[in-house]
């Protein structure tokens, strides 16, 4: 025997449903117990969250629904209505408060636990990360104001709540999970998750001479878009970079350049050179080049061709 998901059928809206809900076991029987706790878990293949015996109505909906799904061989239960239910729950800091479920299908005590679907509170705008091994980020529901934590038995993800009172009701803080609008889960459209902003970490670039060749063709592209003439691209590109420094180095982290070559007599430092050279973003390189002398140290290829002055005079004597 295999467990299948839990599915709900189409709402039932108008007179029948009055009708069926005067009729309904579930809908006009008061039957919570005050105080009475059960395990709230997390369930996606539950299509709507549906409320169990920790949980009271506040108000229905005047929807219903059929239900089917729990094991191939079970009858679809018939005429569940659909709810704004409560729970309360207890937070790490000491502070009870009353979680609002609206669109859930209410059992009561027909059902020993509760099941929640994630995606249902996503809807609302609201984050919920049930993966206990995702280290980024809070295990548990982060609402604007407060946080619900999880906990795990087995591999099941759930959080325990109670049946409020009616005092508790009046005069705890009131936490909305879900949204008030109808929820038909046939037609909800869940958008592929976007991944956050990413930083990404510019080393070095590298530009290729230009040959008085593609120099002349460049007097014809860049009277169209200067974008189409390399050297004025590569300028802006360069310009354009800002390396974004990482959290996981530190602050005294220092970097060193092992050795400068150039093929011209007398090289000129630039910016745009000290960015590339150095690894650091255009303004780094803009402040070093204000704070430094540019000397660099003249080296003399083996063997030597001439000899060269000294200038101490004391270096002179015999």
């Known amino acids: 025997r295999t467990v299948q998901a839990i599915v709900s059928g189409p709402r039932i809206f108008g007179r029948n449903s009055k009708i069926q809900r005067t009729t309904s076991a579930y809908a006009h029987k008061p039957d919570h117990i005050d105080g009475t706790m059960a395990k709230c878990e997390l369930d996606t293949r539950a299509d709507t969250i549906c409320a169990g015996k920790n949980f009271r109505v506040l108000s229905l909906t005047g929807q219903t629904c059929d239900v089917?799904?729990?094991?191939?061989?079970?009858?679809?239960?018939?005429?569940?209505?659909?709810?704004?239910?409560?729970?309360?729950?207890?937070?790490?800091?000491?502070?009870?408060?009353?979680?609002i479920i609206n669109e859930a299908l209410y059992f009561g005590n027909q059902m020993d636990h509760s099941l929640v679907n994630p995606n249902q509170i996503r809807a609302y705008g609201i984050d919920v990360s049930d993966n206990p091994y995702d280290r980024e980020r809070d295990f548990g529901i982060q609402h604007d104001d407060c946080f619900v934590p999880f906990s795990t038995e087995g591999s099941t993800v759930y959080f325990d709540t109670f049946v409020p009172t009616d005092h508790q009701l009046e005069t705890l803080r009131h936490i909305e999970l879900t949204s008030d609008e109808e929820w038909d889960p046939s037609n909800v459209n869940m958008q592929k998750y976007q991944p956050r902003g990413t930083t990404r970490f510019v080393q070095q670039m590298h530009r290729n001479p230009i040959s008085r060749n593609e120099a002349e063709t460049d007097l014809h592209l860049s009277s169209i878009s200067e974008c189409f003439c390399p050297s004025t691209f590569a300028q802006r590109l360069i310009e354009s970079v800002h390396v974004e420094s990482r959290q996981d180095i530190d602050a005294t982290d220092n970097r060193s350049a092992a050795e400068v070559v150039s093929n011209t007599r007398h090289s000129v430092i630039t910016p745009e050179l000290v960015s590339q050279v150095f690894g650091v973003g255009l303004n780094t390189a803009k402040q070093t080049i204000a704070v430094t002398t540019q000397k660099g140290i003249r080296r003399a290829i083996h063997p030597l061709n001439r000899r060269y002055r000294v200038d101490h005079l004391d270096l002179h004597r015999n």
């Open 68 to 99: 089917s799904g729990f094991h191939q061989s079970f009858d679809a239960i018939h005429d569940i209505p659909v709810a704004q239910v409560a729970t309360a729950m207890t937070l790490e800091n000491g502070e009870t408060v009353i979680l």
